[in-house]
């Protein structure tokens, strides 16, 4: 019986690395993220150049600020996939020596499933904050209630950032870390 218990450990063990189906696919999904995010970029600079030189009479005003946003937006998303693939990499397969030797603030080098999710729901809240901006941009107010709406929705995004910044300051007081965070 003994042996049976081996070998199935050693079987649960070893399913570990399972994960890195989505490690790879994490890190897979974020480099077509910062291409994508980063030809966006190229594409916006050469409309704005052609609408400066006088070869384009498409009016870049009207677009550039929401273009430019929403790459951002998209690089936020790759950054997400990239820490939670480092992340699981991290916790389930190995420690990453150069996010080691880097020290513990390093983004990388996460040390448990909340300190993971805690990042990745830092970056969300960020690109949530992002689009939220993004809309806001093209808004057209019809009614000063429209102000107001929004004037609410920027002091409950800011109160949602404060009391996240609390709460990971919290965090940092429990576990004694007083040092400047990287993050």
Not at 29 to 36: A, D
Not at 72 to 81: G, K
Not at 84 to 112: C, M, W
């Amino acid at each position: 019986m003994k042996k049976v218990e081996l070998f199935f450990e050693k079987i649960l063990w070893n399913s570990r690395f399972l994960v890195l189906i989505a490690v790879v696919s994490s890190l897979l999904g974020s480099l077509v993220l910062f291409i994508v995010g980063t030809l966006d970029i190229f594409k916006l600079a050469k409309m704005t150049f052609e609408y400066y030189v006088g070869r384009s009479d498409q009016d870049i005003h009207e677009s550039i600020i929401a273009d430019i946003i929403l790459a951002v937006d998209i690089y936020l998303v790759a950054v997400v996939l990239l820490i939670f693939g480092t992340g699981a990499y991290r916790l389930f397969i190995s420690p990453i020596d150069e996010s080691e030797d880097r020290g513990v603030a390093h983004p990388f080098n996460i040390q448990t499933f909340d300190e993971l999710k805690d990042k990745i729901v830092r970056v969300v809240i960020l690109a949530v904050i992002i689009e939220f901006f993004r809309a806001v941009v093209d808004i057209q107010f019809s009614t000063p209630l429209d102000a107001i709406y929004l004037a609410l929705s920027v002091l409950a995004l800011a109160a949602s950032v404060y009391l996240m910044n609390i709460n990971h300051g919290k965090k940092k007081m429990e576990k004694g870390d007083s040092g400047p965070s990287s993050e």
